[in-house]
């Protein structure tokens, strides 16, 4: 059984980091079904900062205190999160006029805009958009409009509802409802659906009647010992578990990329010679056609650069994870259906890098910069976690480009579980690395990497014909893969049809468009991937589920906006977050 400090702290993280003082004992009895006791002697604030892992600090309120967890000081919550929970409690959405003081008043700091204007500093966020009302600007969350009274909602949208089932499941299976955010329905689906407490409810069966934190795994002594001592120090001393990316570059300093801020190992303005260079390519395996090497029975990857002699004079070197309990917000869509599914990670446009560059100097790396900067949107370690699950039941193969997904050597990386490895030489390859799984070894399950070429489609395609359930990833979004020439085969394709004068005038009447539009682009057949995943960077644990992608996809040709479940995850704790919205 728990103790009253876990539960305190399991309560903290589902409450946002932190609980007001004076509403935790009413808040600990209501979630889990008993109350919090008193101390036998001295001052309730007294016995709670007595506990080793919990903190006082001041409340959001002006005289309120509240209790947050000390283990997560050292994570600093990104300005763009701090300002979306800013729009959330002030119902949807927030002044730019008055945003600054209550930034100041709730988190005790002053908001620091990098660019002189703010509105093109929060437009240039992820999920915070701004709007002008009157001679204001306001701040709001992308998908969610400000919460208002049933009459000004309807005279705003007539077809828009409330959506009261924001849901959290904590580990002792208690269900807490909070606040419900308006989303606007162009389309009302005549197909009931499930409400989130039971997609909760579901997922929570799944993993055994409870959650629990997800647990990072990375062998950090066999990347060290290929690295001169020097660089190894500097490395311990920033602490391997923040770094993503080590870079060495000829003639210039070695350093990593960790918390999504470039270190530099060394202050004396040391560069790294051809030497440094060999003795880590020494120690590596060949490098294949794509420029990528590993360790033996490791999941690190080496990208080297070369010049126009071949040589190499640049390495890349990524640090491999495995994230267990990485795959626990998908287990129903994994062991419940047959169903094949694509993940997709989003990709930073080129403006957006562009802009990104402006912010280099600033202390908001988190913002623009580290959504490209980071490693990625988690889809290889969502792939690896995967696999591991549907091995324990399936005849699953991996085709492994580059040896991305079970890590270098001729025995596949144990989080890979019982699934088989069929390596591929090159990437022009990988296609007829497909159809030799299928045709020779009989899979049930086939997991991809990454799918990015037209030939890959098709040999997909191929094998889900067979019956083959597909796990597999690409890049981008849903939007942007309809969009995508090379690629969309994966949702099922696109076609354009002649409508004839009668069905012209009819669509005519229902988009009512002032021209007639005799032709119409139609999806052309049924999606190889019947669910997507669509991954944010810098937001590794919310995941974006569309569960009928053939629905979504006629919405997107349609105009319409494509229903998604938002799944997060408290990192702390491990609860898992449903919420229904529309993308």
């Known amino acids: 059984m728990a103790s009253t400090e876990d539960n305190i702290l399991e309560l903290i993280g ?17 979630y889990f079904g008993f109350p919090i006791g008193t101390p036998a002697s001295g ?28 283990r997560s000081e050292s994570l600093v919550e990104p300005p763009e999160e701090r300002i979306r929970s800013l729009i959330r409690e002030s119902g949807g959405e927030i002044s730019l006029s008055s945003l600054r003081s209550r930034y100041n008043e ?31 600007y306001f701040a709001y969350e992308i998908g969610v409009t400000p919460r208002r009274t049933a009459g000004s909602l309807s005279a705003l949208n007539p077809h828009s509802q409330l959506i009261d089932e924001f849901v959290i499941i904590s580990g002792d299976n208690k269900l807490v409802e909070s606040e419900g955010f308006s989303i606007q329905e162009e389309n009302v689906d005549d197909e009931p659906k499930l409400s989130n407490q039971e997609i909760a409810s579901k997922l929570m069966a799944y993993n055994g009647g409870h959650f629990k934190p997800i647990q990072v795994h990375q062998d950090s002594k066999s990347l060290l010992e290929i690295l001169p001592v020097e660089c190894t120090h500097a490395l311990c001393e920033i602490g391997m578990e923040h770094v993503s990316d080590i870079v060495y570059d000829l003639g210039r300093m070695p350093y990593c990329w960790a918390n999504n801020e470039r270190k530099y190992f060394f202050d004396d303005n040391r560069v790294v010679e ?16 794509d420029n990528r090497a590993g360790i033996d029975g490791q999941l690190h990857r080496i990208s080297s650069i070369r010049n126009n002699k071949n040589s190499i004079i640049g390495l890349t070197i990524r640090v491999g994870r495995h994230v267990e309990g990485n795959a626990d917000m998908i287990r129903d869509l994994l062991q419940e259906t047959k169903k094949s599914i694509l993940l997709l990670g989003e990709v930073r446009s080129p403006s957006s890098i562009r802009f990104s560059n402006v912010l280099r100097t600033t202390n908001y790396l988190q913002l623009t910069v580290a959504s490209f900067l980071q490693p990625g949107s988690g889809k290889t ?54 159809i030799e799984c299928v045709q020779n070894h009989t899979p049930s399950v086939m997991v991809i990497d990454e799918i990015g070429r037209k030939r890959e489609v098709e040999a997909a395609q191929t094998s889900q014909n067979r019956g083959v359930r597909m796990i597999a990833s690409a890049h981008g979004d849903l939007r942007s893969l309809v969009k995508n020439k090379e690629l969309r085969g994966l949702i099922g394709g696109l076609e354009t049809v002649t409508l004839g004068d009668d069905e012209a005038k009819a669509l005519q009447k229902k988009s009512g468009s002032q021209t007639i539009k005799k032709q119409m682009t139609l999806r052309a057949a049924a999606p190889i991937f019947d669910i997507i995943i669509e991954l944010k960077r810098g937001r590794l644990h919310e995941w974006h589920v569309v569960e009928d992608s ?16 938002k799944r997060m995850r408290c990192m702390m704790s491990g609860n898992i977050f449903v919420e229904q919205v529309k993308s």
């Open 550 to 565: 053939a629905k979504a996809v006629d919405k997107i040709l349609s105009g319409h906006k494509y229903d998604i479940q």
């Open 381 to 434: 370690t969502i792939v690896r976690e995967v696999t591991n699950i549907l091995s324990l039941e399936e005849n699953v193969f991996i085709v492994d480009t580059s040896n991305e997904i079970a890590g270098d050597g001729d025995v596949p990386h144990h989080c890979v579980g019982d699934a088989r490895r069929m390596m591929v030489k090159s990437l022009g390859s990988q296609a007829g690395v497909m």
């Open 274 to 289: 051809y030497e440094d260079i060999e003795d880590i390519v020494k120690s590596l395996q060949e490098f294949g056609d």
């Open 14 to 30: 589902v409450s946002g980091g932190e609980i007001s003082l004076s509403l935790l004992k009413e808040r600990y009895k209501k």
């Open 43 to 70: 001052k309730f604030r007294d016995w709670i900062t007595s506990f080793g892992s919990i903190g006082i600090k001041k409340g959001k309120g002006s005289n309120d205190i509240a209790v947050y967890d000390k």
């Open 106 to 136: 709730v988190y005790n700091e002053s908001l620091e805009c990098p660019r002189r204007n703010l509105r093109i500093w929060i437009e240039s966020m992820n999920s915070v958009k701004t709007r002008r009302t009157g001679s204001d």
